[in-house]
């Protein structure tokens, strides 16, 4: 596939999510990079803006296997993965695969499982597979994570620790609608007389693998790999993190900018794609430390200021070569 295809195949499948969420193009296209660098996204926001939504539209437009998993505090990670039940007529014991067995799963409200339950997902996110009893079950390609938290609620919930959201390429929300948008989610709803929203195939498995294969094929410039190790190494020596970002930071970066530059129809990488990425691919990687919480200091507010700080390479280091 080609640079163009992609871009043209991209705004076609933003154009149809769109349809079910409402003005929020910008944080639609994030959560289609992260799918594209084949990495997990979490998803952050209040209740009712779309979370769950978004993740079953993209799952519908790109004809990916879906499943849905409501985390609760007695889910067990058997329920996530699977087990086996004794077979009677056989004497074996036949393996029942779990939700994890698909190509994209919601893991909706996340938070509100006990870790044990959480860690079911740990093998599965990084090495896309599972292993059970000893036995190792490798996952269909893509295998793509879509987790939803509500950041406000805290009875009953279980945060997730820092080795899980290191897992996430991105973490993003999409806020509440303008008055506009949100006058529109309402004619919308009117004229089509019910509430579920139909949304129509886009692509399919395959086409979503040759987009993830194609962002291979974006240049990236000598300056800019400097340039993104730069970035995250102030996140270690920030004087507001405990805890900075890991080189799954780095790596994060650098798949997100390349598939920034592809769906924006470039075939190299400029330091504004990396910029456009840096906070929703660094800023949940970060722990502060607990002397700054008092001062409502986030984790994004850290990543800007360290893109303020840090030098940004001349515009003609970062070409494409002819």
Request: glycine share 4%.
């Amino acid at each position: 596939m080609q640079i163009a295809e992609l871009q043209e195949q991209g705004a076609r499948i933003l154009d149809e999510v769109e349809r079910a969420v409402v003005g929020k193009r910008e944080r639609l296209e994030l959560v289609l990079l992260g799918l594209l660098a084949d990495g997990h996204v979490l998803l952050e926001d209040f209740p009712g803006l779309a979370k769950t939504l978004a993740a079953r539209s993209f799952a519908t437009v790109t004809s990916l296997d879906f499943a849905r998993i409501q985390f609760t505090p007695d889910l067990m990670p058997s329920d996530v993965t699977g087990s086996s039940i004794w077979n009677q007529r056989d004497a074996t014991f036949d393996f029942r695969p779990g939700p994890i067995f698909t190509n994209l799963l919601l893991a909706d409200e996340i938070n509100r499982a006990p870790p044990k339950t959480q860690a079911a997902l740990l093998e599965a996110m990084q090495e896309r597979q599972v292993t059970i009893e000893g036995t190792t079950h490798v996952l269909a390609r893509p295998f793509l994570v879509l987790a939803t938290q509500n950041p406000i609620e805290y009875e009953g919930t279980y945060p997730l620790p820092e080795a899980q959201l290191d897992r996430f390429v991105l973490r993003t929300g999409f806020g509440y609608p303008n008055a506009e948008d949100e006058l529109e989610v309402l004619e919308r709803r009117v004229e089509r007389r019910e509430d579920d929203v139909q949304l129509e195939p886009v692509v399919d498995r395959e086409t979503l693998l040759a987009m993830q294969h194609a962002v291979e094929d974006v240049h990236v410039a000598p300056s800019i790999g400097p340039y993104i190790v730069e970035l995250v190494g102030a996140t270690r020596a920030s004087a507001s993190a405990a805890v900075g970002s890991s080189p799954r930071g780095s790596l994060a970066l650098l798949k997100l900018s390349r598939c920034r530059a592809a769906l924006a129809g470039r075939d190299f990488v400029t330091p504004d794609d990396v910029k456009a990425v840096a906070v929703p691919a660094l800023a949940h990687r970060l722990v502060l430390k607990p002397e700054l919480w008092v001062q409502r200091l986030s984790a994004e507010d850290v990543v800007r200021d360290i893109l303020d700080a840090v030098p940004t390479p001349p515009a003609e280091d970062v070409t494409a070569p002819a």
